[in-house]
């Protein structure tokens, strides 16, 4: 059963920063793209950045020039750098992969950014 394992989130001051990963256990195929999303209270989940096999990535407007996705040497990984975080980004974040017929999400990791 393929599972995605998130770590790396905390409590930060607004500013500083934190790095997230994602480790797909269980699977025995590459998934071509996977990516960040995030679910705040009381909002729905959005998407902070998607990164493909080929490194092709995507980034939600309000993270643009502070995340960076990238994919790790290990096979189904991935990683977001979040840099000059800002209480705004207070939120779960959850490591999302899509595969044929199904997608999988992670359990979610608690970022809170302090004021």
């Known amino acids: 059963q393929v599972q995605l394992v998130e770590s790396g989130g905390g409590l930060v001051q607004a500013g500083g920063s934190l790095r997230l990963s994602c480790a797909a256990s269980?699977?025995?195929?590459?998934?071509?793209?996977m990516g960040w999303y995030r679910q705040a209270p009381g909002r729905q989940r959005e998407l902070v950045a998607t990164i493909t096999s080929g490194g092709s990535t995507n980034y939600a407007d309000s993270v643009k020039g502070r995340f960076t996705i990238s994919r790790g040497n290990a096979k189904n990984t991935v990683y977001l750098q979040m840099n000059s975080l800002k209480p705004e980004d207070t939120a779960n974040y959850y490591c999302h992969a899509p595969s044929t017929g199904y997608v999988y999400w992670g359990q979610g990791t608690r970022v809170t950014v302090s004021s």
């Open positions: 269980g699977s025995i195929v590459s998934f071509t793209t």
